[in-house]
């Protein structure tokens, strides 16, 4: 078990009366009370949550004199809807307006059980959450006091003493005890008192399993998001490493990619001068090479380059032949291609499209109806 600190709300009659208020109080660590009063002292004795850090789980007691319990039996429904029903029979045996009434009912752990039941009023409710917000306090829970006390044997009624009241808690109900009504309700059953020790397991056992919250239906507290502080630094710091990765990755690569172009560059002007040609630059030394290479007619502006890759794709399409074919100086071989079909040529100019060549065709019919087409390619790809 957490640590959980019990506080007792005021009775609301001493609240309107605006009486001074010494509510009773006890703090439980692993399952053991390890303090407890009826004074102002539960001020300093509650350790409240600091900011990033958990603190006491605090839950609030509803004294019995404003919230009587009664526990109704429906033995053939459903958990749920036992729950349901026992909401609504009791609104209806209820005296007064319906609307002023705050019913809570808890759920029972397996079908057949009773189901608690809690009348109090919506006014109740305003007065201790107005308190409770006065001095600060945000309770996890409300639980009624009465639920604390354990249902007594057969034909008996029980008797304690809980945060200053005394409750009597009989199989089906359980409300402030009264020396002139207490016999009556009995008829006859013993009101016997309650051993402490097993009151104290009970109290400690509800606050593990609470029967029953208050804070339901219209007073349930509204789910508030905090954002902690340091996760949030934690996400500042990660998104600032995400961005400057995000840059330096492209930063390195292009310093990178310049210092292997300018290493390759100068290795192109190295080999130039080797060749006799002078340049500034790569760019420079390549132009030059080209113009030699042209004026020579090798290199790849050479008959044989685009000649060769004429031939390779004629060889994938028997049925294309070669008509004519001749060579410029800038690269450029024409020819004159003859086919039974069009699609047999264009499967010559796909091939050499797909080597990476630039090919121009004007489509013509032969005398001899074979199907021809004036082709251009450039030697350079």
């Given at each position: 078990?957490?640590?959980?600190?019990?506080?007792?709300?005021?009775p609301?009659?001493?609240?309107?009366?605006?009486?001074?208020?010494?509510?009773?109080?006890?703090r439980?660590?692993?399952?053991?009370?390890?303090?407890?009063?009826?004074?102002?002292?539960?001020?300093d004795?509650?350790?409240?949550?600091?900011?990033?850090?958990?603190?006491?789980?605090?839950?609030?007691l509803?004294?019995?004199a404003?919230v009587p319990?009664?526990?109704?039996?429906?033995?053939?429904?459903?958990q749920?809807?036992?729950?349901a029903?026992?909401?609504?029979?009791?609104?209806?045996?209820?005296?007064?307006?319906?609307?002023?009434?705050?019913?809570v009912?808890g759920?029972?752990?397996?079908?057949?059980?009773?189901?608690?039941?809690?009348?109090?009023?919506h006014?109740?409710?305003?007065?201790?959450?107005?308190?409770?917000?006065?001095?600060?306090?945000?309770?996890?829970?409300?639980?009624?006091?009465?639920?604390l006390?354990?249902?007594?044997?057969?034909?008996?009624?029980w008797?304690?003493e809980?945060?200053?009241e005394?409750i009597?808690?009989?199989?089906?109900?359980?409300?402030?005890?009264?020396?002139?009504?207490?016999?009556l309700?009995?008829?006859?059953?013993?009101?016997a008192p309650?051993?402490?020790?097993?009151?104290?397991e009970?109290?400690?056992?509800?606050?593990?399993?609470?029967?029953?919250?208050l804070?339901?239906?219209g007073?349930?507290?509204?789910?508030?998001?905090s954002?902690?502080p340091?996760?949030?630094?934690?996400?500042?710091?990660?998104?600032?490493?995400?961005?400057?990765?995000?840059?330096?990755?492209?930063?390195?690569?292009?310093?990178?990619?310049?210092?292997?172009?300018?290493?390759a560059?100068?290795?192109?002007?190295?080999?130039?001068?080797?060749?006799?040609?002078?340049a500034?630059d790569?760019?420079a030394?390549?132009?030059?090479?080209?113009r030699?290479?042209?004026?020579?007619g090798?290199?790849?502006?050479?008959?044989?380059?685009?000649?060769?890759?004429?031939?390779?794709?004629?060889?994938d399409?028997?049925?294309?032949?070669?008509k004519?074919l001749?060579?410029?100086?800038?690269?450029?071989?024409?020819?004159?291609?003859?086919a039974?079909?069009?699609?047999?040529?264009?499967?010559?100019l796909?091939?050499?499209q797909?080597?990476?060549?630039?090919?121009?065709?004007?489509?013509s019919?032969?005398?001899?109806?074979?199907?021809?087409?004036?082709?251009?390619?450039?030697?350079?790809?």
């Open positions: 078990m957490s640590r959980i600190f019990v506080l007792w709300l005021p609301v009659a001493a609240l309107a009366d605006g009486e001074a208020v010494r509510p009773a109080w006890l439980v660590d692993n399952g053991v009370i390890v303090d407890s009063g009826q004074d102002d002292g539960w001020a004795a509650w350790e409240r949550p600091a900011e990033g850090e958990a603190g006491d789980r605090l839950i609030a509803a004294p019995a404003d319990l009664r526990w109704r039996h429906y033995p053939d429904a459903a749920a809807q036992a729950a029903i026992a909401r609504v029979d009791t609104l209806r045996d209820s005296l007064g307006d319906a609307s002023a009434l705050h019913v009912t759920r029972p752990a397996e079908a057949g059980q009773a189901v608690p039941v809690a009348v109090t009023t006014a109740a409710m305003t007065a201790w959450t107005d308190w409770l917000t006065a001095n600060d306090l945000a309770p996890a829970a409300i639980l009624p006091a009465a639920a006390v354990p249902p007594p044997e057969p034909e008996t009624l008797t304690a809980v945060g200053g005394q009597v808690r009989g199989a089906d109900r359980a409300w402030l005890s009264d020396p002139e009504l207490d016999p309700i009995a008829d006859g059953r013993t009101i309650l051993d402490p020790d097993r009151m104290r009970a109290l400690l056992l509800s606050l593990l399993t609470p029967p029953l919250d804070l339901s239906g007073w349930k507290p509204k789910r508030s998001w954002v902690d340091a996760m949030l630094r934690l996400a500042k710091r990660l998104f600032v490493a995400l961005v400057a990765v995000s840059i330096a990755v492209p930063l390195v690569y292009a310093v990178r990619l310049i210092s292997d172009t300018g290493r560059d100068e290795a192109t002007v190295a080999m130039a001068k080797k060749a006799g040609v002078t500034s790569a760019e030394a390549e132009a030059d090479l080209d030699r290479l042209a004026a020579a090798g290199g790849p502006l050479a008959f044989s380059v685009p000649a060769s890759a004429l031939y390779d794709a004629m060889n399409a028997p049925g294309v032949s070669l004519s001749s060579h410029r100086t800038d690269g450029t071989l024409t020819t004159t291609l003859a039974p079909r069009v699609e047999d040529i264009n499967q010559v796909l091939a050499l797909a080597r990476g060549y630039r090919v121009t065709a004007q489509p019919a032969g005398a001899d109806g074979q199907q021809m087409a004036n082709i251009t390619i450039r030697a350079v790809p």
